[in-house]
T-cell receptor
Framework: ETGVTQSPTHLIKTRGQQVTLRCSSQ?????VSWYQQALGQGPQFIFQ???????GRGNFPPRFSGLQFPNYSSELNVNALELDDSALYLC????????????FGPGTRLLVL | TQLLEQSPQFLSIQEGENLTVYCNSS?????LQWYRQEPGEGPVLLVT?????EVKKLKRLTFQFGDARKDSSLHITAAQPGDTGLYLC?????????????FGPGTSLSVIP
């Protein structure tokens, strides 16, 4: 059973640029959720994908968008980067019919200068 | 707005001491998870509790889910330096259109040798 993987591990961008983060779900999981975690805080829910469609969304602007592919891997895209977007971005996979348990990847640390 | 609170926010104790971390909400959860996170890494699942009043033990860690499924506690016996990290609770909300999980802000634990 393979765990959740994310790439890249670290990324530095400048304001106004666009970024794509990638996630490979745990084998057998059909749901992926993305979180933003600022330093010293708990993860904040961005959105969730199930069956290649956005299944739920947190309080994030439209410049945060995503995709889920048939193999359940996923992408998080952020346009027009702002300084406050600097954070650890976490991907978590789960089963839609499960007990809510999510399995997290190691995260991508994004720094916006 | 659904909120999950954790207390204390920070905890620094000597090796061998006992401690309890609390997770509280006004929302009812269908399940609740506890995670441990080290700096720059993704959260690692410790336990999932599902039934009100449920108690689960994981070596020196004891987890309890409140009878009303609105709160939970994590008790660590004889803390060790390896227990150092950020402890996060996460609750899966009931009666939502998607698999919505909210996180608390975390309790940062430091165990001093």
């Amino acid at each position: 059973e393979t765990g959740v993987t994310q790439s890249p591990t670290h990324l530095i961008k400048t304001r106004g640029q666009q970024v794509t983060l990638r996630c490979s779900s745990q084998s057998g999981h059909n749901t992926v959720s993305w979180y933003q975690q600022a330093l010293g805080q708990g993860p904040q829910f961005i959105f969730q994908y199930y069956r290649e469609e956005e299944n739920g969304r947190g309080n994030f602007p439209p410049r945060f968008s995503g995709l889920q592919f048939p193999n359940y891997s996923s992408e998080l895209n952020v346009n027009a980067l702002e300084l406050d977007d600097s954070a650890l971005y976490l991907c978590a996979s789960s089963l839609i019919s499960g007990d809510g348990t999510q399995y997290f990847g190691p995260g991508t640390r994004l720094l916006v200068l | 707005t659904q909120l999950l609170e954790q207390s204390p926010q920070f905890l620094s104790i000597q090796e061998g001491e006992n401690l309890t971390v609390y997770c509280n909400s006004s929302s009812v959860f269908s399940s609740l998870q506890w995670y441990r996170q080290e700096p720059g890494e993704g959260p690692v699942l410790l336990v999932t509790v599902v039934t009100g009043g449920e108690v689960k033990k994981l070596k020196r860690l004891t987890f309890q889910f409140g009878d009303a499924r609105k709160d939970s506690s994590l008790h660590i016996t004889a803390a060790q330096p390896g227990d150092t990290g950020l402890y996060l609770c996460a609750g899966r909300l009931m009666k939502t259109s998607y698999d919505k999980v909210i996180f608390g802000p975390g309790t940062s634990l430091s165990v001093i040798p």
